[in-house]
Structure formats: structure tokens, C-alpha cells
């Protein structure tokens, strides 16, 4: 039976519950040591009598940060453990699904049912500490996390990408995946700062002196006035949609193909 090419919800829905059968003993004491650990932090930080307001303020949207796009690295890196080892890779591979049916399991799990979940968790856990930290200060009381705040949004839009990243490396990289992928980025970042330098020298030769450019008012640029202000007023745009519309696409495309080519 040919199954590459299909999606059969049916089958997609089977995949889904074996994903938790399997694994969901794994997902439970992953969530019980990052909260367990997040009561910790905050019992010493937050009943600290000289704690600072500013603390207070901002303990919320760092650790939620932290557990949603760290955490949410970690987990999805470890989205394709079964092909770690060879037995464990041919069972995946030969399961009777297609490719976009696994991907899409993988993907459900780590891109959507993760963040719910630790956003629903942590508003918990957000408005639990604050009812507790009334009770045992002298009013002082943690900045709570916006359910639908603007900053909560612009987390949730950061993990998206940031998953599909990952989620890229834990096909491609069969152990290890989430120290692979990072050093991955950094190689990449380094690559498009070296591609933009000689684009730079190529393009404005006279900006240089040496290997460095040098700034105002010891270099006078003359550049025109379009291109100044594609600079200031659009190019800053042009990089954000891009970063948001275009990166998590484009690296969900180039997962699917290479789990595809594994399974060939």
C-alpha cells in the first residue's frame, strides 16, 4: 500500500494517540520538574523579604520566556527520538502512515499542544504564587502574566519559529539534536554576517578603510537620499516579516522533505 503521498485523518488520529501512550510518562515528569523547579525559584526569590520591585515585575515574563521557547527547544528536539538507533528507525519508518501524517503528529505536539499547554499551566502557576505572595509580604505582588497580553503574543510568535528550527534538527540530527542545531544557527549567522560584509565591500568600496568601515564624522558617506530611507523606513520591515511569514514555512518544508528522503 502506497501511503506517501496521503493524509488520512483517521489514521493521523491513531498516530496522535500513540504519540501519548508512548511518551506521556515522559511529557508528566517533564512538566513536573520544570514547575517543581519554577516553585523553588520562586520560594527563594519571591518570600525574599528585600527582593526588589523590579524583580517582581519582570519574574513572570522571564521564566514564562524560558520554559516556552528553552523548554520548547529542548522538547522538540526530541521530537524524533525513534530514529536515534537503527531498530527504532525502521520501526518508525515502516509504520503504515504517510510522511505528512508523522511530520504533521510531530509538529500538532511540539508547535500547538505544547505552548497551550504551558501557557494554560503557567497562568496557573501565575495566579497561584501572586495569591500566596499577598499573604506572606507586605502587599508586594508579582506583575501578572497577561493571558492575551501583547508580550504573551510576541513569546508565542517567537516559539513558532524557534520550533520549526528545532524541530528541522531533530530530523536531520539523529542524537544530540538540540546542541547540533544551535551550533547550526550560529555556523548560519556567521555565514550571513560574512555574505552581507563583502556584499558591503562590493557594493560601497568607499565605506572602508582597511577591514573596517569607519564612522562619522571621520567618514563622510554619500549615499542617496532612497537609499537612506529604504534603509531606515523599510528595511527593518522588510527583515521582521520575513522572520516572521517566511522562516517557520520554509524550514516545516524542508523537514517534511528530509524526513521524506529517510524513509526512501
Same mark, same amino acid.
Given at each position: 500500500?502506497?501511503?506517501?503521498?496521503?493524509?488520512?485523518?483517521?489514521?493521523?488520529?491513531?498516530?496522535?494517540?500513540?504519540?501519548?501512550?508512548?511518551?506521556?510518562?515522559?511529557?508528566?515528569?517533564?512538566?513536573?520538574?520544570?514547575?517543581?523547579?519554577?516553585?523553588?525559584?520562586?520560594?527563594?526569590?519571591?518570600?525574599?523579604?528585600?527582593?526588589?520591585?523590579?524583580?517582581? =515585575?519582570?519574574?513572570?515574563?522571564?521564566?514564562?520566556?524560558?520554559?516556552?521557547?528553552?523548554?520548547?527547544?529542548?522538547?522538540?528536539?526530541?521530537?524524533?527520538?525513534?530514529?536515534?538507533?537503527?531498530?527504532?528507525?525502521?520501526?518508525?519508518?515502516?509504520?503504515?502512515?504517510? &510522511?505528512?501524517?508523522?511530520?504533521?503528529?510531530?509538529?500538532?505536539?511540539?508547535?500547538?499542544?505544547?505552548?497551550?499547554?504551558?501557557?494554560?499551566?503557567?497562568?496557573?502557576?501565575?495566579?497561584? !504564587?501572586?495569591?500566596?505572595?499577598?499573604?506572606?509580604?507586605?502587599?508586594?505582588?508579582? &506583575?501578572?502574566?497577561?493571558?492575551?497580553?501583547? &508580550?504573551?503574543?510576541?513569546?508565542?510568535?517567537?516559539?513558532?519559529?524557534? $520550533?520549526?528550527?528545532?524541530?528541522?534538527?531533530? !530530523?536531520?540530527?539523529?542524537?544530540?539534536?538540540?546542541?547540533?542545531?544551535?551550533?547550526?544557527?550560529?555556523?548560519? $549567522?556567521?555565514?550571513?554576517?560574512?555574505?552581507?560584509?563583502?556584499?558591503?565591500? !562590493?557594493?560601497?568600496?568607499?565605506?572602508?578603510?582597511?577591514?573596517?568601515?569607519? =564612522?562619522?564624522?571621520?567618514?563622510?558617506?554619500?549615499?542617496?537620499?532612497?537609499?537612506?530611507?529604504?534603509?531606515?523606513?523599510?528595511?527593518?520591515?522588510?527583515? =521582521?516579516?520575513?522572520?516572521?511569514?517566511?522562516?517557520?514555512?520554509?524550514?516545516?518544508?524542508?523537514?517534511?522533505?528530509?524526513?521524506? =528522503?529517510?524513509?526512501?
Amino acid at each position: 500500500m502506497q501511503v506517501n503521498n496521503i493524509f488520512d485523518p483517521r489514521r493521523f488520529w491513531l498516530l496522535l494517540k500513540e504519540e501519548f501512550r508512548l511518551e506521556y510518562k515522559r511529557y508528566l515528569l517533564g512538566l513536573g520538574v520544570v514547575f517543581g523547579g519554577l516553585f523553588i525559584i520562586w520560594w527563594a526569590n519571591g518570600l525574599n523579604s528585600i527582593v526588589q520591585e523590579r524583580q517582581l =515585575e519582570e519574574f513572570h515574563y522571564i521564566w514564562f520566556a524560558i520554559i516556552l521557547i528553552g523548554g520548547g527547544s529542548f522538547f522538540t528536539s526530541l521530537a524524533f527520538t525513534q530514529l536515534g538507533t537503527k531498530p527504532t528507525r525502521l520501526f518508525y519508518l515502516n509504520l503504515p502512515a504517510s &510522511t505528512l501524517e508523522k511530520f504533521s503528529t510531530k509538529w500538532l505536539v511540539t508547535a500547538i499542544i505544547y505552548p497551550l499547554v504551558i501557557w494554560g499551566l503557567y497562568l496557573v502557576f501565575s495566579w497561584f !504564587v501572586n495569591k500566596v505572595h499577598i499573604g506572606y509580604t507586605d502587599g508586594k505582588v508579582f &506583575t501578572v502574566l497577561p493571558a492575551f497580553g501583547s &508580550t504573551t503574543w510576541i513569546f508565542m510568535k517567537i516559539y513558532l519559529v524557534v $520550533q520549526s528550527t528545532f524541530l528541522l534538527g531533530a !530530523v536531520v540530527f539523529h542524537r544530540y539534536a538540540i546542541f547540533k542545531t544551535a551550533f547550526s544557527i550560529l555556523i548560519l $549567522q556567521a555565514f550571513l554576517v560574512l555574505f552581507v560584509y563583502i556584499c558591503l565591500r !562590493v557594493i560601497f568600496p568607499e565605506m572602508f578603510v582597511g577591514w573596517s568601515a569607519s =564612522e562619522p564624522p571621520d567618514h563622510v558617506y554619500n549615499f542617496t537620499d532612497t537609499f537612506k530611507t529604504f534603509v531606515e523606513e523599510r528595511m527593518e520591515g522588510v527583515l =521582521e516579516r520575513i522572520f516572521w511569514i517566511a522562516v517557520a514555512p520554509a524550514m516545516l518544508i524542508i523537514g517534511f522533505f528530509k524526513l521524506k =528522503e529517510k524513509e526512501v
